[in-house]
């Protein structure tokens, strides 16, 4: 089962305007921290199984390959935890 | 040169929106509603669990409750739905520069210069469809044909990411036996005349006499018949184009019963002057004045009448709503029950100019002062906020009159013609 979690998210707008995640922040019960976006595999328009659509950027983080979107004008990732 | 004219409808367009942005929506009987507390409770749209208890669009929220308790009532988000259907219409803008909107969940796309740039047409429409899908997920009826009106009827025919292809060679076959109210501009009033006349299917009014029709209903008898034939040729407007104004209007359903000329007479102000802030800004003169009144019965009547100058002065439009009034209800002005809700529009409109007979009473004058002074107080309100001037007539009951039509109404319906 996957969950929608709105996340904070440090990214670059380039002087073109696009726009590249560069770490994602996550809060659990250990506390909050900060991962990098290792790479990005691909970036496309898409809806979410979770609800919602928005610019889908695939993305390697500590070895795992992510769904995190950009909503209109919030993040969120495809998460297995609901909290 | 055969046409390919594309219509595309978003499916009950507010409840899927809901359904997309949460899906778990989908698993319960879920409709989009207005508030029944500020007594805005009718159903606007509706998902597919919600229609099997029968709920229908447009109809009581408690009526809705009484078939279905456990409806989930969610309150309509027009940002929301707003921001969707532009960014399903942007896909449709990457292929034509061709498309005109009916509403926000409507649109007639034209592919047929596409061929030499996207390839069969009927292909690029497919793409279109499959496109909205997977990157908003939100599913499209499609009607093909080589008119619009076949093609809106085609996307009527299956709801359910229908995508229905009407031909030159097929159209007879498939509109045959459909009842008349499927074509656009063929309503509940036409379709029961129709029925007098016997004529209840596409395929009879095809057959129909269109001089009989033309005497029994003026102009549009002819204009039905030949949607029915298939002659309709209007254009697919051009990306930016937009459809001409043919009325202005604004409605309210009071937060309590009207229960007098008093009452209702602060009401007509706060829309009047609405209609004419409107006029004003799009440089328009209207001669028309409609007044629309229902009871707390939902018993309605509508009232208009053609005044001697065009006007987009609230206090002349107001004066004319109040004749008629007078003209219905010579004793009060008022209808022997309550009122639940009033609309005022002003139509046949033509753009302003500046040009007027001889004026031998000084009323021009007059009419140039009251322009100054309704324009000084809308400028007041679009700088400082709608309640820092007002007339003192709409400060007898300030919760009846706490309403700004030009700012709540943001989506209107659209006509055909």
Known sequence: MLYKRYIPV??????????????????????????????ILHVRQASSQV????????????????????????????????Y | MKRTIVHADLNHCYAQIEEMKYPALRN??????????????????????AKEYGIKTAETLRDAYRKCPELLIIHPNYGDYMYYTEKVKDIYREYSDRVESFGLDEAWIDLTHTTSLFGDPLLTARTMQERVYNELGLSVSMGISFNKVFAKLGS?????????????????????????????????????????LGIT???ELRNADPVLLKRRFGKNGLLIWHYACGHEDSPVKRCGESR????????????????????????????????????????????VVSLYLRDNELYACSMQKKISHPTDLAEEIVKNCELLLKQRYPATCFPEKPLRSVSVGVSSLHKKDDLYLCDLCGVEEKRKRENVLESTMEAIRDHYGPEKICRLAVMMDRKLTDFHPKEDHLIHPESWL
């Open chain 2, 156 to 196: 009527d025919l299956d709801k359910r990411k229908g995508f229905t292809v009407i031909s030159e060679d097929n159209f007879r076959e498939v509109t045959e036996d459909l009842s008349v109210d499927s074509l656009i501009f063929i309503g509940g009033a036409t379709t029961r005349k129709l029925g007098e």
């Open chain 1, 10 to 39: 440090i990214s670059l707008i380039g002087k073109e305007g696009e726009v590249t995640p560069l770490f994602i922040i996550w809060a659990d019960e250990r506390g909050t921290r900060k991962y990098k976006v290792d790479r």
């Open chain 2, 201 to 203: 299917t596409i395929g």
């Open chain 2, 244 to 287: 001409e104004r043919k009325s202005i209007s604004h409605g309210i359903t009071a937060v309590r019963d009207l229960k007098n000329y008093e009452d209702l007479h602060m009401i007509l102000i706060v829309l009047c002057e609405a209609i004419a802030a409107k006029l004003r800004e799009e440089e328009l003169e209207g001669q």
């Open chain 1, 51 to 82: 609800g919602g659509c928005g610019v889908l950027y695939e993305c390697m983080i500590t070895g795992k390959v992510r769904k995190l979107f950009y909503e209109r004008n919030r993040w969120f990732i495809e998460s297995t935890k609901p």
């Open chain 2, 28 to 49: 319960v009987p879920m409709a989009v509603g207005g508030h029944e507390e500020s007594r805005h409770g009718i159903i606007l749209a509706k998902n597919d669990k």
